[in-house]
């Protein structure tokens, strides 16, 4: 049996098909992000895009709707003394702001048209609130030496990724269908309280723990 090695901060963890890393291991990394889980009737809608889109052929792994959020900040592996840290700052920055309303808006890539690597949709509302709430969370994170990105914060809901490069023609089909994609009514999407979360990765898929909720203030 191969030896396993600890991955460094930041770094993905490779698995082996013999053996996954132990989740309850001690010396196990935990791969943690900050995000909003979103209600059930967003969750459906996404799931019915991923249905509808799917028919398309594309090359893109769609996104389990059950697994779908508003991340606020990805964090990375740390152990789990940095874990109990972020688990007990979490709520008292919540409590600093107050509750807010997003609503659904439309369909679009990242990073270009002609490449795209991720689809998404995109929020309209209170954003403000949400760059108050995403950049509090964020000097949060730096007060307890966590690195944070530096690039502007664009929030948007994954609703698949691209398995593999395609060419600036194709990608520019797969722009122009999601911009002209009927979706229906905006939804209400409550910002109430936001959570920290380790994710399980395994050859069955991600599946996310809440480790801690933070409740905004009303």
């Known amino acids: 049996m191969s030896e396993r090695t600890r991955s460094k901060p930041g770094q993905r963890r490779k698995f082996t098909k013999e053996r996954p890393p132990d989740p309850e291991d001690v010396e196990t990394l935990w791969r ?14 996404i799931g019915a895009i991923g249905a509808r889109l799917a028919e398309k052929n594309w090359p893109v792994r ?16 740390v152990d789990q003394s940095r874990a109990e840290l972020l ?15 997003l609503e659904t808006g439309g369909l679009g890539v990242y990073p270009d048209r002609k490449k795209p690597r991720v689809l998404w949709m995109g929020l309209d509302g209170e954003t403000e609130r949400l760059e108050a709430l995403h950049g509090g969370v964020g000097r949060m994170l730096q007060q307890l030496d966590f690195e944070v990105e530096a690039r502007p914060y664009s929030p ?29 009514a905006p ?15 395994s050859h069955a898929g991600s599946r996310y723990e809440a480790l801690a909720t933070g409740k905004l203030r009303r």
């Open 32 to 45: 943690l992000f900050i995000a909003v889980q979103l209600p059930a009737e967003v969750m459906e809608r």
């Open 62 to 77: 769609w996104t389990d709707p059950t697994n779908a959020h508003l991340t606020l900040h990805f964090i990375g592996e």
């Open 87 to 101: 688990r007990m700052a979490l709520p008292g920055e919540a409590a600093k702001h107050q509750a807010f309303t």
């Open 156 to 184: 948007h809901i994954t609703i698949g990724r691209l398995r593999e490069q395609i060419g600036a023609e194709r990608g520019m089909t797969i722009w122009t269908t999601l911009r002209g994609f009927q979706l229906g």
């Open 187 to 201: 939804l209400t999407v409550p910002i109430e309280e936001v959570t920290l979360y380790r994710s399980h990765l």
